[in-house]
């Protein structure tokens, strides 16, 4: 039996910058964390031939073709595991819709789960890639490829793309102003998730219009970075602040109404800056709050479920191998 575990993230700034569209000609940068919020892939060999898979649904199938999992299929034909096997997948949060990687966490945990059922050992970036290759090349999802690394590599990671590649820079600062800095955040349940996949669509059609408003948000993950490692924290959240603004402006249903309603609240509570989590139009809000103001931003939105989480030092790794030998 293997159990792997790969933290979701939270993206601070820059996201949008890492579609391929965007970054061949002008280059990307993100700034994202890992966190110790989890997806879980468990692989166990079966006596059969047959192969399970357990997630909200069931599956048994005779061949890989015929899985509906599509991640799981992908990786499977990947990793050269045809048959034989019982795979899980479990998570700690709502593992779709909700804006933070699930699915690439997902696609990364199930590529390091079968290659080490096989006894591989694959490093990290070799799993970052070969994920992007099953999302993005294979099933054809307009998703950049940031989500992909911070799931692989994990920690808080300053990512460039351009066409010479993928650069991960871990963002090293003190203990204490890292725990400082994660009290800081706030993040609350919108109580709605949303398939993402017609937002990103969407920015992806509209890329080409909105260069300018990139680059911008490029430079913002520059100032980001050099933010976090001045220990300028407060100046990160009014990076959020503007970088939210500027992403409502990429798609017309990164926000509605309610979500506006609620980001205005948090602010007028004492949160500086703010954003829905992934793609938006639901999931997850991130606020950045002044100290001390943390509860009186938690009183203003008592009505939402705040999702309590701290900055995850480990990227994606088995957790569980073993096996009952001959």
């Not at 601070?12 to 990307?28: H, K, M, P, V």
């Not at 639901?282 to 939105?301: E, I, M, S």
Request: charged letters at 25%.
């Amino acid at each position: 039996m293997i159990v792997v575990q790969t933290p979701l993230r939270v993206s601070f700034l820059g996201g949008g910058t890492d579609f391929e569209d965007f970054y061949l000609d002008y280059g990307g940068a993100v700034l994202s964390t890992a966190i110790n919020k989890c997806v879980y892939v468990i692989v166990m060999e079966r006596f059969d031939d047959m192969i399970y898979v357990n997630y909200s649904q069931k599956e048994i199938v005779e061949h890989v073709e015929q899985l509906n999992h599509e991640l799981v299929r992908e990786a499977m034909k990947k990793t050269g595991v045809s048959k034989g096997v019982e795979i899980t997948t479990l998570a700690d949060i709502p593992s779709e819709g909700t804006g933070l990687g699930s699915s690439s966490a997902i696609t990364v945990g199930l590529l390091q789960s079968l290659y080490a059922y096989q006894g591989h050992n694959v490093n990290t970036k070799e799993l970052a890639e070969q994920a992007c290759q099953i999302e993005i090349d294979i099933l054809g999802k307009p998703i950049g490829r940031q989500d992909q690394y911070i799931a692989a590599f994990g920690n808080m990671q300053y990512i460039t793309f351009s066409n010479n590649g993928v650069e991960v820079e871990r963002i090293l600062i003190p203990s204490e102003a890292k725990r400082k800095l994660n009290r800081s955040f706030l993040v609350f349940y919108t109580g709605k998730t949303r398939k993402d996949a017609e937002i990103l669509s969407e920015q992806k059609r509209n890329i080409s219009n909105n260069v300018a408003i990139l680059l911008e948000m490029k430079k913002l993950a520059q100032k980001g970075r050099r933010a976090v490692l001045d220990g300028a924290f407060d100046e990160l959240g009014l990076l959020l602040h503007r970088s939210w603004q500027l992403k409502k402006e990429l798609a017309s249903k990164v926000t509605n109404a309610e979500i506006d309603e609620v980001y205005q609240t948090a602010l007028k509570a004492g949160a500086i800056g703010g954003k829905i989590t992934g793609a938006g139009g639901g999931g997850f809000l991130l606020l950045y709050c002044t100290n001390g103001k943390q509860d009186d931003v938690r009183a203003a939105l008592h009505g939402l479920r705040e999702l309590p989480f701290r900055f995850q030092p480990d990227g994606s790794k088995v957790i569980f191998n073993y096996g009952r030998g001959e």
